[in-house]
């Protein structure tokens, strides 16, 4: 069984949040990044019993998107160009220091390969 402190959904699929529920250890923390698509039963009596915090994320309005698409209909060179550093995943903390520091950076990507 696992155990669990902290879990971060970006999955968004309900039946992992129901599995989530099950193996996180009292007072884990659960934040939910992913957007559902459909309704999602939570067990209140879970979520009380091992003092369990669920935190959710906004996801990003209309204007945001707006945004971004005018801003990409100016841009003129390759979005490639947009990623300042690339790390292994061996080195996910420097990449992780890296981005927090945000100096002469703009994405930071995590090479899984």
Request: hydrophobic share 45%; glycine share 4%; charged share 20%.
């Amino acid at each position: 069984m696992p155990n669990v402190d902290v879990f971060i959904d970006a999955a968004g699929a309900p039946v992992l949040f129901e599995k989530i529920m099950k193996i996180v250890k009292p007072q884990a923390r659960i934040s939910i990044i992913a957007v559902y698509k459909t309704e999602v039963p939570i067990s209140l009596q879970q979520v009380m019993s091992k003092e369990v915090q669920v935190k959710g994320s906004s996801g990003y309005t209309h204007e945001d998107f707006s945004k971004v698409v005018e801003h990409l209909t100016h841009f003129h060179s390759e979005l490639s160009t947009l990623v300042t550093q690339v790390y292994k995943l061996d080195d996910i903390q420097e990449a992780f220091n890296t981005a927090i520091q945000a100096k002469g950076t703009v994405k930071v990507v995590v090479d899984l390969t």
